[in-house]
């Protein structure tokens, strides 16, 4: 039996590909034959899951945190000359000391695309996702100003959510950040009344990474599902085609899985394929009908442990091992 561990992040806790060796350890334990092939969407681990499979070399770079500290943030730069740099990065949650996203800036993350933008001429993909932000890039935009003004960007979104409105950037994932009621209702009107980003605010993405999105639309990047790019970018379908189970998951399954998130488009890409789909989750907030789940049953400091148990159960189940 070959087995596919294809988890995407697990937020602060593990990256896709820490994620995808402990599940695979697990299958491999329990008779499988197993390939780790991690995925992502954006969010954090990215570049690491591109650069995986394309290769590259690797930089970091000292950047503004979201709430003014100073981080260290990698970026890679591929073969081809493609420059690859996170929002998770650089001004990801894990970075956030406090969650305050009335006060959090994307400052960084602008600061991180111009050191990228000196090592290579090529294109720049900004990866969004798990930013501690909603701030519609106004940091962004400040910081990059007309600086990368004809160079080639491209936003790899982890949702397809608008910029305003109740999927919008505040509303949808506000309260993740740490907003209450009446912190969204602000966001929201400040995100409303940027009038650079008033012309792609229904552009799919556009609410990804707190408004970010928008923001680079407005630098003139174009918006792409990040999870259907980089399965593209690591050959997934192929993968999956030759696969007798996929494992795959995150750290929480909720609406937003099925939205633009990794194992979201993991399943829907297996379901074409007619091949078996695992979809685990360490918080099932929703079980989606017709799919397979499974829910990590300890918490975060456990999760590794957690995902070597489910591989070696679900290899077990399959091969008829107790």
Not at 163 to 169: D, F, P, Q, S, T
Not at 257 to 262: P, V
Request: contains cysteine; negative net charge.
């Amino acid at each position: 039996m070959l087995a596919l561990a294809s988890p995407a992040s697990l937020k602060s806790v593990l990256r896709p590909v820490e994620a995808a060796l402990a599940l695979a350890a697990g299958l491999r334990e329990g008779g499988a034959e197993a390939l780790e092939l991690p995925v992502a969407d954006g969010g954090e681990g990215t570049a690491e899951v591109i650069a995986s499979a394309r290769g590259g070399r690797w930089g970091e770079a000292g950047v503004t945190g979201p709430l003014g500290e100073s981080v260290r943030a990698r970026y890679v730069v591929l073969e081809d000359g493609v420059a690859v740099v996170e929002a998770a990065e650089a001004i990801g949650l894990r970075h956030a000391s406090r969650l305050d996203p009335r006060a959090a800036s994307s400052r960084g993350l602008g600061e991180l695309m111009l050191v990228a933008a000196a090592e290579t001429t090529g294109p720049i993909l900004v990866c969004l996702g798990d930013s501690a932000t909603v701030d519609g890039g106004a940091g962004l935009l400040e910081i990059v100003g007309d600086a990368l003004r004809g160079r080639a960007l491209r936003a790899a979104c982890d949702v397809r959510n608008p910029l305003l409105g109740a999927r919008g950037a505040a509303r949808a994932f506000g309260p993740q950040k740490g907003a209450t009621p009446e912190a969204v209702d602000e966001l929201e009107i400040r995100l409303a009344a940027m009038e650079k980003l008033r012309p792609y605010a229904n552009l799919l993405g556009a609410g990804a990474a707190g408004g970010i999105g928008a923001a680079l639309a407005a630098l003139g990047a174009e918006l792409v599902s990040g999870a259907e790019l980089v399965l593209e970018q690591i050959g997934f379908r192929d993968a999956a085609r030759a696969a007798d189970i996929v494992v795959t998951g995150e750290g929480e399954v909720d609406r937003s899985t099925f939205e633009g998130k990794a194992s979201g488009e993991v399943v829907r890409v297996c379901a074409e394929e007619g091949v078996r789909c695992v979809l685990f989750g360490g918080r099932l907030r929703e079980r989606p009908h017709g799919v397979e789940t499974y829910e990590l049953p300890s918490g975060p400091e456990r999760a590794a442990e957690d995902l070597v148990a489910l591989g070696r159960k679900l290899a077990g189940a399959e091969l008829g091992v107790a």
